[in-house]
């Protein structure tokens, strides 16, 4: 039987903030060697991978702080770096960066039960299946709570759980898990130990299901062929600007220096 097709959160994400990335980062085999190159690439992936290595053991519990960074050291990638000192620094904040996701981990078990540590989710929505995995996933009372580790930022506010597709991603793949039972997004800012909630009401969940099948729709049936890159905001920040600036169209839209 052939697979069916499948959206993560962050390939959705990825989309809304700007097709081409979508297209640079999930379409194009030169985007992907290209962000193989970046630094940055390498520590998520690192982090990434000192998670799936414990998750990979079978152990159900939550991980503890030697597990991890055993993981960490195993799967560390040293690639990418502009010179050794950087990549010790960025070594070193990978693990004080896991260090605290045991942390707070143990810290929440003591206001919860940890149902699920690496979870895999999956719901169908049409012609394609949404997946993804929760870092974590506790009961606290009688919520449902699904929780989101984010290496790359400090500060996190209830409004950013409500409006994050990702957030709402999970929350409704969570409920289809436990129906029936109230489901809560919480944002961790391993950076800064900051973290965020917003309470999901049902109806809620169901506007959010049919906007994301909607945009789904639209990704999968994206023309790429005949499209070009548009010069906005996030282009100042954007690891793909060298690959978008060699498209005449977009090249022409840039501010002229004089
Ligand atoms: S440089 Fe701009 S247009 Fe190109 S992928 Fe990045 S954000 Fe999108």
Redesign the pocket.
């Known amino acids: 039987m052939a697979r069916r097709p499948t959206l993560s959160p962050s390939k959705l994400s990825c989309y809304l ?2 097709p ?2 979508y ?2 980062t999930y379409e194009s085999g030169q985007g992907q060697w290209f962000l193989k190159t970046r630094s940055y690439y390498a520590f998520g992936l690192s982090l990434h991978r000192a998670l799936e290595a414990f998750h990979a053991t079978g152990e159900t519990g939550l991980p503890s702080t030697e597990t991890l960074l055993a993981a960490f050291d195993e799967k560390w990638i040293d690639a990418g770096y502009a010179s050794a000192d950087e990549m010790q620094a960025a070594y070193g904040e990978g693990k004080e960066i896991l260090e605290r996701f045991a942390e707070s981990a143990s810290g929440a078990a003591s206001h919860g039960k940890v149902l699920h540590v690496e979870k895999s989710l999956r719901k169908e929505m049409g012609e394609w299946d949404l997946i993804g995995r929760a870092d974590r996933i506790d009961e606290v009372e009688d919520t449902i709570m699904v929780i989101d580790y984010k290496s790359g930022r400090t500060q996190v506010t209830p409004a950013d759980v409500a409006e994050d597709i990702a957030m709402g991603c999970y929350a409704l793949m969570t409920r289809d898990l436990y129906p029936g039972r109230p489901i809560a997004a919480t944002l961790y800012a391993l950076r800064s130990g900051e973290e965020a909630t917003h309470r999901f009401e049902d109806a809620e969940l169901d506007e959010i299901a049919f906007a994301v099948r909607e945009l789904g729709d639209r990704v999968r049936t994206h023309y790429w062929e005949e499209f070009h ?4 905001g ?2 100042a920040s ?4 060298v ?2 600036r060699r498209d005449p169209e ?1 090249a022409s839209q840039l501010p002229q220096v004089s």
């Not at 890159?229 to 906005?232: A, C, L, M």
């Open positions: 903030a700007c081409h990335r297209y640079w890159p548009r010069p906005k996030l282009c954007c690891e793909f600007a690959l978008c977009y």
